[in-house]
């Protein structure tokens, strides 16, 4: 399930604005990289952590997260979109795709964008080893207080 962002969703329209600035869709070697800021009134700003594989830098973006910032994982890569109908035998292109992982102390936000398309909010954050990465991380920075 998506939903398409509004250009008027201050919080992503105003994080885009940055990525514009700092990142571009054809490096083939764009590290995934965190981005923070101290509430819904400051400014995002890149830190310096960045790496090839997202899930090296996740438990820092966790934690800025759970210090009562906010965090944006920002990642490139390649993805196919899906097709509304079901045809196994029909294999899509893959598409450049800019992935955007929005986390407070208290939840987490997922989008994505195929190049030249819209981007797109998922309502369902849903299973996979990247949100369950991130659901436990979580937890596991709770309980230990940090």
Known sequence: ???????????????LMK???LNDWDNENQPA?????????????????????PYDILPIAVAFALDKQESMLLMYGWASKINDWDD???EAEPVRVRILVHMTNTAERMAIQF?????????DFGTGSFPEAIRDLRN???????
């Open 140 to 146: 596991l920075q709770k309980g230990r207080g940090l």
């Open 115 to 123: 190049k030249g398309g819209t981007l797109e909010e998922q309502t």
């Open 33 to 53: 990289r965190i981005f923070c800021r101290v509430d819904a009134h400051s400014e995002w700003l890149p830190t310096p952590v960045e790496s090839g594989d």
């Open 19 to 21: 990525v514009i600035e």
């Open 88 to 90: 196994d035998d029909v």
């Open 1 to 15: 399930m998506t939903k398409t962002v509004e250009p008027t969703d201050e919080m992503f329209e105003a994080f």
